[in-house]
């Protein structure tokens, strides 16, 4: 097969892909569920305790409204974060654990401000591993990494299911 072939395949293969590319729409996109995108900017998060509650309400309001704009409203998440972790090797010679694993499990509430009707309840967990060593603020900042991690993935996993819930309303 010559180049000459090899491209002219390769350019009908791109041909193809770009035809195809306007039949693929986002599953929680407002094509497919006209209001979604405001439902979702009128969910107020509501206050989130401990500092992993604020990395976790943060990426909340982000992922919820990253518009910037603060409309009415319509809708409460409420959420509570238990955290805790597991030191699973620890070095025989030092005394010393090397490595740790930080579980966040968020449970969560959507309701309606109007009457407060409950939308749609659940939880969501996350890990995150770090090393440790023998330096406290080493271990101290990876630590906190490690809640940033679990926030954003926590975050990431409730912003879905409240979309979900949202979307099946709709």
């Not at 499990?105 to 995150?128: C, E, N, P, Q, R």
């Not at 990494?145 to 926590?154: H, K, M, N, V």
Request: glycine share 8%; charged share 20%; hydrophobic share 45%.
């Amino acid at each position: 097969m010559s180049w000459f072939d090899r491209a002219r395949a390769a350019a009908a293969a791109l041909v193809m892909a770009l035809g195809l590319g306007g039949c693929f729409q986002p599953l929680y996109g407002e094509a497919v569920h006209p209001g979604l995108v405001e439902d979702l900017r009128a969910v107020e998060v509501a206050p989130i305790k401990d500092r992993i509650g604020h990395y976790l309400g943060d990426d909340l309001i982000s992922n919820l409204n990253g518009s910037g704009e603060t409309p009415a409203a319509k809708y409460r998440l409420t959420v509570t974060v238990a955290q805790n972790s597991q030191t699973p090797t620890v070095e025989s010679q030092i005394n010393a654990a090397t490595s740790a694993t930080v579980i966040g499990k968020a449970t969560f509430t959507l309701t309606k401000i109007d009457g407060g009707a409950v939308i749609y309840k659940g939880d969501a967990t996350s890990a995150a591993v770090y090393d440790r060593t023998l330096d406290d603020f080493a271990n101290l900042r990876a630590a906190r990494d490690a809640e940033i991690r679990i926030a954003r993935s926590l975050a990431d996993e409730i912003g879905l299911r409240v979309a979900a819930a949202l979307g099946a309303k709709s």
